[in-house]
């Protein structure tokens, strides 16, 4: 078992800023991603970067949400600016083995390793 687990999440007024972080072993995977669970609505992917250091965002957060890694650290960030209370969700950290299927970057189904989750909130 890999065992991922994200921090950083808080409560923030609209328009404000989070870092999310999570902690993973990045070299040891071909893509990792950032997906968000709203309460009462379905998991859906929000970035996601590659093995050649591409990234893919959800088109309506592109501008606003920025991932990044850095494998030194064992690190994958995602930095949430100007967000809005839409933005409120369980945020999740995921990870992409090559055994998997692949239905895009921003798939759940294209991940199998999972974080625990940190709660965002901005109202």
């Known amino acids: 078992h890999v065992q991922l687990v994200e921090s950083g999440g808080g409560s923030v007024q609209p328009g404000g800023s989070l870092r999310l972080s999570c902690a993973a072993p990045v070299a040891s995977f071909y893509c990792m991603g950032w997906f968000r669970h709203p309460q009462g609505k379905e998991r859906e992917g929000v970035a996601a970067?590659?093995?050649?250091?591409?990234?893919h965002y959800a088109h309506s957060l592109k501008g606003r949400f920025t991932i990044s890694q850095d494998s030194s650290k064992n690190r994958l960030y995602l930095q949430m600016d100007n967000l809005k209370p839409e933005d409120t969700a369980m945020y999740y950290c995921?990870?992409?083995?090559?055994?998997?299927?692949?239905?895009?970057?921003?798939?759940?189904?294209?991940?199998?390793?999972w974080g625990q989750g940190t709660q965002v909130t901005v109202s």
């Open positions: 995921a990870a992409r083995r090559g055994a998997l299927g692949w239905d895009g970057p921003l798939s759940k189904a294209s991940y199998s390793v």
């Open positions: 970067t590659d093995a050649d250091g591409s990234t």
